[in-house]
């Protein structure tokens, strides 16, 4: 096992939630401890963001397709919504649409056989009270841990890249 050396000045090994996975790659235990504890972290914040807003019926899914479908003001089809959001089940984003459609939030219109999502003024709406709160909950206080927004970027681009390997270990997994 190797430790950085900030771990070998702390006197501690690497913060992992199941050290009994990790037989060669302690790293990769800390990594994915730290994207349990950042996931229920983000989806907490989006959830009560969006509270704020006056949405409490609204979950950390139903959120990111609201999101989705407002981003770049063009209509979104299921299909689309599902792979930039990397949701398989995708009878999980059709009940989100049904929910945020109900709320009057998004719309939907037939075009052939598919159907294209788009947001509603207050669906707009909605996403812009969101984004102010974002800014002055989140990002003021972002700028005061001192984190550069360049390596914040290059975090996101490792994660994507994980991102990608988890889902051809999980491809790997379902042919065994």
């Not at 913060?15 to 972290?41: M, T």
């Not at 299921?78 to 009878?91: G, K, R, S």
């Not at 206080?141 to 051809?168: F, K, N, T, V």
Request: proline content about 1%; aromatic content about 6%.
């Amino acid at each position: 096992m190797t430790q950085s050396s900030s771990e070998m000045r702390a006197g501690r090994g690497p913060i992992v939630s199941s050290e009994h996975l990790s037989h060669k790659a302690h790293e990769l235990s800390e990594f994915e401890f730290g994207l349990i504890i950042s996931g229920h972290a983000f989806n907490r914040w989006m959830v009560r963001c969006m509270t704020a807003t006056g949405y409490p019926e609204l979950g950390s899914l139903d959120i990111l397709v609201l999101h989705r479908v407002n981003h770049c003001a063009r209509a979104k089809r299921q299909a689309d919504i599902c792979l930039v959001l990397n949701v398989e089940d995708t009878h999980t984003v059709t009940y989100a649409l049904r929910k945020l459609a109900k709320l009057g939030l998004v719309s939907g219109e037939k075009q052939g056989k598919e159907t294209f999502f788009r947001t509603t003024e207050l669906g707009r709406d909605a996403c812009s009270r969101y984004a102010e709160l974002r800014e002055a909950c989140l990002i003021d206080s972002l700028a005061s841990m001192g984190i550069e927004r360049a390596e914040i970027s290059r975090l996101a681009g490792i994660m994507r890249a994980m991102s990608g390997l988890y889902d051809q270990a999980a491809r790997s997994a379902a042919s065994l």
